[in-house]
């Protein structure tokens, strides 16, 4: 049973947002977020007392959106995989090759959900293994709910937002984050200092989606393309990196 004044509640939320963005194409973001089948899957979080109320918008990707809510803890992240769009180009490549998602191509719904339960998978895989990343409270369908990163009730900044004061430690931080999510039988894919947040002077990894398993094809050319982001970007910042000395500091050996 559905609990009627919470689904109001949530109506006129949604309602709202899409009042609000005055902005045409932004409407039409959240237009396309909100479908029909996104609303109930958003109903199911709340009836089973996941998620509590949803906020605002933090940010629109261009497969998701990022929204602020609360659950009866505090605060909590909300990341919508949208359903109606047809930028979902670039999800495939990375599902191929993934035992895990065998059989499940060629519908578009099926694998927006799958992507967002990949992620899931991903970020619950590597809070298991001491990662630093947000800690995953729930998922449904195509809406995955998490630790909410903020400083002084802001979401946290991107790392490459940030002036860091001690880059050279912050390197080690995310070099120790690599070892683990290599310890952990991972990939992240994207790693760079767009999708780490910087939270009390420590970099809190995001966005694990395209997270692959060592055993995917592919799994050694992000590993190298991620190891030479993040060499690049401190070496910018004047910190002396060695891409063959992260492979052996996150790999052993
Ligand atoms: N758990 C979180 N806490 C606070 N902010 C978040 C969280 N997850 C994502 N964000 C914000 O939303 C943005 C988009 O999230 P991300 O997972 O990188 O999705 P994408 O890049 O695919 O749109 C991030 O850059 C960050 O600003
Ligand atoms: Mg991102």
Same mark, same amino acid.
């Given at each position: ?86 930028? &979902? $180009? %670039? ?6 090759? /993934? ?5 499940? !191509? *060629?519908? @578009? ?10 992620? &899931? $998978? %991903? ?6 293994? /001491? ?5 995953? !409270? *729930?998922? @449904? ?113």
């Amino acid at each position: 049973m559905l609990d009627e004044k919470k689904m109001r509640l949530l109506e006129s939320k949604i309602d709202a947002f899409r009042i609000r963005e005055k902005d045409s194409d932004e409407r039409k973001v959240m237009d396309e977020v909100f479908d029909q089948e996104t609303l109930m899957s958003l109903y199911k979080l709340f009836n089973d007392g996941i998620v509590d109320t949803l906020e605002y918008s933090i940010s629109t990707g261009k497969e998701g959106n990022v929204f602020l809510g609360t659950t009866d803890e505090g605060e909590c992240a909300i990341k919508i995989y949208r359903i109606s769009t047809a930028t &979902f $180009k %670039n999800i495939s490549k990375y599902i191929v090759g /993934d035992p895990r998602f065998k059989g499940i !191509l *060629g519908n @578009h719904k099926k694998t927006v959900m799958a992507w967002a339960q990949k992620e &899931f $998978k %991903n970020l619950n895989r590597m809070y298991d293994a /001491d990662v630093n990343v947000p800690e995953p !409270l *729930g998922l @449904h369908n195509n809406i995955l709910v998490m630790e909410y990163i903020s400083v002084e009730g802001h979401p946290a900044p991107l790392l490459k937002d940030v002036r860091l004061p001690a880059p050279t430690k912050v390197f080690r931080q995310v070099v120790e984050s690599m070892r683990l999510i290599d310890e952990s039988d991972l990939v992240h894919g994207d790693l760079s200092e767009y999708n780490m947040l910087m939270r009390e002077g420590e970099p809190v990894i995001i966005d694990v989606g395209q997270a692959v398993t060592l055993g995917h094809p592919l799994a050694q050319e992000w590993f190298i393309r991620d190891v030479t982001n993040i060499a690049n970007y401190f070496s910018r910042l004047g910190v002396r990196t060695d891409v063959d000395k992260m492979i052996k500091k996150i790999r052993g050996g």
